[in-house]
């Protein structure tokens, strides 16, 4: 019986131990703050550091990490959601990057799979999407500083600008 692309990027991140989750300081949306807080999460989790993001225990590894594991995995952080894409905005453009082979086991997988990979590329656009236009401009261009070295640009998505469509 095969698995599905869930199961097996889980077995894939699970063998992997978290390596994304080591110094990545995911931002934190208000609408994913929310949701730690209904469902019980200490909100003491979170830091401000130029933008909302997760906190990491001395050695660098996320705090909500635990033996490889994501503690909150059904509504983690919408980067964590995108992974293996990462992101950047520039000028009203949403550029989506693909991290490097070196950096994620999960991305031969996804390239091998073209069901796969549009699955996560969808949901990548999705989550992304809606992280970006809730944060504050000053937090965006905190997290535009963040270099994403090992990645690739794979995609790039016209933003309406704050406030277009509005009256």
């Known amino acids: 019986m095969m698995r599905s692309f869930e199961e097996t990027a889980e ?98 997988y996804l390239k091998a799979d073209e069901i796969a990979y549009a699955s996560q590329f969808r949901m990548a656009v999705r989550s992304l999407t809606a992280l970006v236009r809730s944060l504050p401009a000053n937090e965006l261009d905190a997290i535009n500083r963040i270099p994403e070295p090992e990645t690739d640009l794979v995609a790039e998505i016209l933003l309406e600008p704050r406030g277009a469509g509005t009256a």
């Open 11 to 108: 077995a894939i991140c699970a063998e992997c131990g978290g390596r994304c989750c080591h110094e990545a300081h995911p931002p934190l949306s208000p609408a994913r703050m929310e949701e730690f807080r209904a469902r019980g999460v200490p909100l003491s989790v979170a830091e401000f550091a130029g933008y909302t993001r997760m906190k990491s225990h001395d050695d660098g590894m996320c705090i909500l990490c635990r033996s490889g594991k994501c503690r909150v995995h059904a509504f983690k952080p919408e980067t964590c959601v995108a992974g293996p894409f990462t992101f950047e905005v520039q000028d009203h453009t949403l550029r989506l990057f693909l991290k490097h082979e070196s950096v994620c086991p999960l991305v031969p």
